[in-house]
Nanobody, 121 residues
């Protein structure tokens, strides 16, 4: 069973920044596409960003482009999400996800427990 453990969420003012981290207990971490979903209250989960196994291919939702950056360090089994210029509408639970062999996350095999991000106006 794969474990994904997120950290770095919290409360931040609008315009601020947060960096989320996710460590995966994956023996072959580099074989997985990694990404971040988020779910706001009363809404469906939505993909925020994903990175291929090498990190060379990335994908961002429109709302994340220009503000969020996904990166990964396979030596540390860690994927990051740097979030800048945060807005109140970014408030959500952010989930780290993994999908075996994916260049772009479409149907995650594994989900973390989530970390709350709250952006105050």
């Amino acid at each position: 069973q794969v474990q994904l453990v997120e950290s770095g969420g919290g409360l931040v003012q609008a315009g601020g920044s947060l960096r989320l981290s996710c460590v995966g207990s994956l023996r072959t971490f580099s074989a997985y596409g990694m990404g971040w979903f988020r779910q706001a209250p009363g809404k469906e989960p939505e993909l925020v960003a994903s990175a291929s196994w090498s990190g060379d291919t990335t994908y961002y939702a429109d709302f994340a482009k220009g503000r969020f950056t996904i990166s990964r360090d396979n030596a540390k089994n860690t994927v990051y999400l740097q979030m800048n210029s945060l807005k109140p509408e970014d408030t959500a639970v952010y989930y780290c996800v993994a999908e075996y062999g994916a260049t772009r996350i479409r149907s995650p095999d594994n989900w973390g427990q989530g970390t709350q991000v709250t952006v105050s106006s």
